[in-house]
């Protein structure tokens, strides 16, 4: 038994609009996945966090109900609906009892057609991201890291963006913008739908096109990227957080795009460098040394190649030791590269562990949204077994050389104990420094 | 090809009474579901399922943060780093390397009641699985260079999780002022001078005494055949002698005579708000009674704190909650985020009136449906994967005593009435059962704040 994409339907609805239907009756629940192309490379390079913002307006009034109405009538029914941002698409999401699947359309239609996208409404929700940032940095200063990497990495390119915006990106954005950005980027041509789970698949093809065939396109084309520069030479980047009992690390540069073709080798590699409890990062950083909890390494990849990064965490009198440990790790893997026998074994462990990605509707669901939006094919999982079979050392060090940075061209962040922390981190290259409690990312 | 727009036919009656096959009170399932006890005591439960090529394993040992002692707090959860480290057949490393490259990941969880080992693999590595599970039973090494260093990784966990998190800071002596004579008092992840200080004694005492085939249950889902699975669960974990039951944990929390404050002034930006409600265990009949309070509380934008403290008042930016449902009565936890400047009286008084209202009249009929609702699409959303299959089996056995109670839980959610969750809510809501913790932001160093900070009183 392997995993294969399920039997689906795929529907145009003649302006731009796919519908991908997915019936699978374990559980009496049926999902939806939205996804409307665009995201936050279409905020206004000095709005970043207005298509979040648009996507959290989206179940705070539409249709007839206010934001209240519609939390009583998801919620009541038992349902779940949110939507998300990232960086190239507003993702919309829902499940419910199969019973309530009519419901459940309507509800995305109002969302998606007539939200209210009103100024109260935008204006307590940005408030309210402005104190999430503020609260995340009080108790989980890592879970930024990664914002600020990309910050510091790309710069001006729009990967370097905080999708969720940043305090002071929130405080000024206000009603126009929302409606700018919906103005431009919700339209048919768009939406990519998929319906999955316990359905009734002509109700709700029917249901659908009804909503659906009907809705104009956007004015304006899609927003496309640019390749971003790698980073040439190596620049580190202080966050300042007095008195923390450890230091956060990141190290990135510019990886790999989603459509990269040697992604089966790439997940191999991965997978041995920093993907796996067994991988070379965590067996340095915690299993021999037990300088941390963990470390880890991933590619984000969108249709232009997005970060290498990798990621851990050590005491702040170990900050030198544990990033010394992890650019050495980085420098052997260049070095050395990977043996057959390592490939083997990751290859065993991909093989063993991607079914469980892919067991729920919910899971289809966003992997067949995620095959149209990037245009993958379904070869992406039918043809991956083989492709991960198929894998040799040659393949392997391409792939190194390719996607894995050395170790002296590398953007380095550092939440930390500035005065603590500031003499050590100037031997990793120039260090700009900034506080956590900047309401911006980046201070560049 | 494109399909054209239909004129839809409004027929809700007509939906509703199609799916209502799906609204189904019973999980189906229970007639393939297998279970044993082997010789030593130890319980296999298996649950076939063939979506994917896969299985999870869930090893639910009856050892948590319950059965320590003062001075050697966190033992239980060292174990849990140290069951990875190594037996006197597999050396240090070799049980992840010959998991991984057969397709296997793992992890595991500790806390107050239990320590959980998790794993996720193909079909064809059960054997390996299952014997690299019995061994770490049977033989663990307790290698002195392997204990110090990963005694360095449990230092980075707590800074991670407590240290540098106010809110694990906060929780922590928010329980640790919760009991007075129970051991639920301790931190699971262990007190930083435990974690430095544990001797091989104890930790060679603890694994003999909670490591035992009778102090075990083994639950499994996913794509094996169960007579299969359990023979080679007999296979590899029989030979292994079983030990003198655990002692029991004797302690019985006495009432709580009155509220117990704590106020933590630290370095932060959004001051926080923890209440700590004692609360029935885990296999009290009220038990479906109390999750549904605490979802009408705060499961969504629609429930009562939701809407009553973020949305019309604004006096936090978060409510969540959480019960903790062990093996005795433990906490029932409210906790909020407040904005920066927001002063903490303020959210208290309206979490009070709310709180106040829930416990003196219940909730509203459309509360309590919506309760039911979540927490139905809760459980199927669990059951949809073989991870949640086999945690659930292994919860319902271990805390329930019967994994078949398991496929009646719809059952049990539709039959919650108002009347009962109104007594819950006037039992568990009573001011005097309650601790209270404050987080306020402070510009005082750190360290100072941290060594001052503990206050506890009387209300």
Not at chain 1, 312 to 340: I, M
Not at chain 2, 21 to 39: D, F, H, M, P, Y
Not at chain 2, 433 to 459: C, D, I, K, W
């Amino acid at each position: 038994m392997t995993v294969r994409v399920p039997e689906h339907e795929r529907l145009s609805l003649g302006n731009g609009a796919a519908l991908i239907l997915v019936p699978r009756r374990d559980v009496p629940l049926v999902a939806f996945n939205a996804v409307l192309r665009g995201g936050g490379l279409a905020d206004p390079a000095s709005r970043p966090g207005v298509a979040s913002l648009v996507a959290g307006l989206l179940e705070k009034g539409s249709g007839e109900r206010n934001a209240y109405a519609f939390a009583d009538v998801v919620e009541g029914a038992g349902g779940n609906f949110g939507a998300v941002a990232d960086p190239e698409a507003i993702t919309v999401r829902g499940q419910f009892l199969a019973r309530d699947q009519q419901l459940m359309m309507e509800l995305l239609a109002d969302a998606l057609l007539r939200p209210a996208l009103d100024g109260e409404e935008l204006e307590d929700l940005a408030a309210r991201h402005i104190e999430l940032i503020k609260a995340a940095k009080d108790s989980d200063p890592a879970e930024l890291i990664g914002t600020y990497g990309r910050a510091f990495l790309f710069a001006d390119h729009p990967y370097g963006r905080p999708v969720f915006g940043s305090e002071a990106s929130l405080a000024a954005t206000d009603r126009e913008d929302v409606l700018r950005y919906y103005d431009g980027h919700f339209g048919a041509d768009r939406l990519i739908l998929v319906l999955a789970g316990d359905i009734d698949a002509d109700l709700l093809a029917r249901m659908a096109a009804e909503s659906f065939s009907r809705w104009p396109q956007t004015s304006t084309a899609a927003p496309t990227l640019a390749r971003p520069q790698a980073l040439a030479g190596r620049r580190v980047l202080l966050v300042d957080f007095p008195g923390s009992a450890q230091t956060y690390f990141w190290i990135g540069n510019v990886g790999v795009e989603k459509r990269y073709p040697r992604r089966a080798a790439l997940d191999l590699v991965n997978t041995l460098f920093g993907g796996r409890f067994t991988s070379l990062l965590n067996t340095e950083l915690r299993i021999k040394s037990g300088l941390s909890y963990g470390a880890r390494s991933s590619f984000a990849r969108g249709s232009v190649p997005g970060e290498f990064s990798l990621r851990s965490f050590a005491q702040t009198e170990n900050t030198g030791r544990a990033l010394d440990l992890a650019l050495h790790t980085l420098e052997r893997l260049r070095r050395e590269g990977v043996t057959g026998e390592m490939l083997t074994s990751a290859r065993g462990y991909m093989l063993g562990q991607y079914p469980l990605g892919l067991e729920t509707a919910t899971d289809w669901a966003a992997m067949l949204a995620e095959i149209e939006l990037y245009r993958l094919g379904r070869g992406y999982i039918d043809d991956y077994p083989a492709q991960l079979a198929a894998v040799g050392v040659a393949e392997a060090q391409a792939v190194i050389e390719e996607a894995f940075p050395p170790a002296d061209s590398v953007a380095i962040v550092a939440i930390g104990d500035a005065a603590r922390i500031r003499g050590p981190l100037g031997e990793y290259g120039p260090v700009s420094q900034m506080a956590l409690t900047d309401p911006e990312f980046s201070r560049l | 090809m494109t399909i054209p727009a239909a004129t839809l036919e409004p027929t809700p009656e007509l939906q509703r009474a199609r799916f209502a096959a799906s609204r189904r009170l019973c999980v189906s399932g229970r007639e393939v579901v297998r279970a044993a006890t082997l010789a030593n005591g130890m319980r296999v439960v298996v649950w076939p399922v063939r979506n994917i090529p896969n299985v999870a394993l869930y090893n639910w040992v009856r050892a948590g943060s319950r059965n320590e002692a003062p001075g050697a707090t966190g033992l239980a959860h060292f174990f849990e780093h140290m069951m990875f480290n190594g037996t006197s057949r597999h050396p240090p490393g070799e049980f992840d390397r010959l998991m991984e490259a057969q397709g296997g990941a793992n992890n595991a969880f500790t806390s107050d009641d239990v320590t959980v080992y998790q794993d996720w693999f193909p079909a064809g590595s059960l054997e390996l699985v299952l014997e690299l599970e019995s061994d770490r039973v049977a033989r663990l090494a307790f290698t002195p260079a392997v204990i110090e260093s990963e005694r360095g990784v449990v230092a980075s966990e707590r800074r991670l999780r407590v240290e540098d998190n106010n809110h694990g800071l906060l929780a922590e002596q928010v329980q640790a002022t919760a009991f007075l004579a129970h051991p639920y008092r301790f931190p699971t992840i262990g007190w930083p001078a435990d974690i430095s200080s544990w001797r091989m004694e104890d930790l060679q005492e603890f694994y003999r005494t909670y490591y035992a085939p009778n102090n075990l249950t083994l639950a499994l889902a996913g794509d094996v055949d169960p007579e299969q699975a359990i023979a080679l669960a007999r296979r590899y974990f029989e030979p292994i002698p079983a030990q003198a039951p655990p002692p029991p944990v004797r302690a019985v929390e006495p009432e709580q005579l009155c509220e117990r404050r704590v106020l933590i002034r630290r370095k932060a930006q959004t001051p926080l708000l923890q209440y700590a409600y004692k609360a029935p265990r885990a296999s009290d009949p009220r038990a479906p009674a109390v999750s549904l309070l605490l979802s009408a509380l705060v499961e969504g934008d629609a429930s009562r704190l939701h809407r009553s403290l973020v949305e019309d008042r604004q006096v936090a930016i978060e409510v969540s909650g959480h019960w903790q449902e062990g093996f005795d009565p433990g906490l029932l936890w409210l906790s909020l985020i407040l904005p920066e400047g927001a002063d903490p009286d303020e959210a208290r008084e309206a979490l009070d009136t709310e709180l106040a209202a829930v416990a003196a009249d219940g909730v509203t009929e459309a509360e309590l449906e919506r309760a039911r609702n979540l927490a139905t699409v809760g459980l199927w959303r669990r059951l949809a994967t073989i991870d949640g299959k086999a945690q659930l089996l292994g919860e319902y056995e271990v805390f329930h005593g019967d994994w078949s109670k398991l496929f009646d839980a719809p059952v049990r959610i539709a039959e919650v009435s108002g009347e009962d969750l109104r007594a819950v809510a006037g039992e568990i809501l009573n001011d005097r059962h309650r601790t209270v913790g404050v987080l306020v932001p402070s510009e005082e160093p750190t360290e100072t704040a941290r060594r001052a900070t503990r206050a506890s009183t009387g209300a």
